[in-house]
């Protein structure tokens, strides 16, 4: 079946459904919080009664988003009946956190699975993946344009967040002009590019810059790998106060400042027995790194997550 075919057929399959249960991956970023949280708005606006699901909260810098106060992390969601699960942005249920609940919901309801990594598993009763797309709210904005749905203002918001934060507002090899007039049509479509760069831009305060500064300043280079690896600690989190969604956007900031390096890693101590890798390339294929620590992304970027700490040494660091 072709990709437009898929799009509406899952389209009209909505339409017989009231109770709809969206669910974004844990540690939600802006493609997962925008993706889900635009579907959720058309939902609501169709007088249907739909759920928005991660397992992590969102951070303080996505409030602008309208459903941001709508998220909830409670299981007992999954106690609920619904007539579709949608799952945006996640390569496979243990990404999402949700591999231990989704098989709980009564009844068994279609799973349909919306992404756009290339190492997507194909989980779903419906996948709707484009690993064309510059993100998951790509994909999105192609399903509500392919079934003549009108975006309004609050639902482009969230949908341009994605694609500016997949691309590094069109910054990085994720940039495409396929994504760049759609982002055209979002920004015709009153999405608030004000607030978005105000929150996602221009939030960093001074103690978010000190974590940066202590990135950058343990900034070291594998010749052998050709590789650039820095680290932040979850003492170096306590101490400035602010949470591990600090160090986001410093992978890709080193990607365009270490020319010297064909990749970049930055690891980051999560605090609950996490590290989160983030990865960044010229030409080598990350994603195919990155899954060999059960994460996933694209061939130029890639995240996972391995169990332990990170402590620093006189030579750097250790995980323990």
């Not at 949280?37 to 939902?43: A, E, I, N, Q, T």
């Amino acid at each position: 079946m072709d990709f437009l075919n898929q799009l509406k057929r899952l389209y009209d399959a909505l339409q017989n459904c009231q109770r709809v249960l969206l669910i974004g991956h844990q540690k939600p970023d802006g493609d997962a919080l925008g993706s889900t949280s635009g579907f959720y708005s058309w939902l609501k606006r169709e007088g249907k009664k739909p759920t928005l699901y991660c397992k992590d909260l969102p951070a303080q810098q996505y409030k602008y988003l309208n459903a941001f106060f709508d998220y909830s992390n409670d299981i007992k969601v999954f106690d609920e009946s619904y007539d579709m699960v949608l799952m945006f942005d996640s390569g496979d249920m243990v990404y999402a956190g949700v591999d231990g609940l989704v098989p709980k919901i009564p009844g068994s309801p279609a799973l349909v699975n919306i992404d756009h990594h290339t190492t997507n598993q194909f989980y779903g009763d419906v996948n709707i993946v484009d690993t064309e797309a510059t993100s998951t709210c790509e994909v999105v904005t192609r399903f509500f344009e392919a079934n003549n749905v009108m975006i309004d203002s609050i639902m482009a918001t969230s949908l341009m967040t994605g694609i500016l934060t997949d691309t590094s507002h069109f910054s990085n090899a994720a940039t495409t002009s396929r994504g760049m007039d759609v982002a055209g049509r979002l920004i015709a479509s009153g999405a608030r590019m004000n607030e978005i760069t105000k929150y996602l831009l221009k939030n960093k305060e001074l103690p978010i810059l000190k974590i940066w500064g202590l990135a950058l300043s343990r900034l070291q280079k594998n010749e052998e790998q050709d590789i650039a690896v820095t680290f932040v600690t979850n003492e170096d989190f306590l101490k400035h106060g602010v949470s591990p969604n600090a160090v986001e956007g410093i992978s890709n900031f080193l990607q365009g400042v270490t020319g010297n390096a064909e990749s970049i890693l930055v690891l980051h101590d999560r605090g609950d027995g996490t590290i989160k890798g983030s990865m960044r390339s010229v030409t080598r294929d990350v994603s195919a790194i990155a899954k060999l620590f059960g994460g996933g992304g694209h061939k130029l970027a890639a995240g996972f997550a391995v169990k332990g700490t990170i402590r620093e040494t006189k030579e750097g660091f250790e995980v323990v």
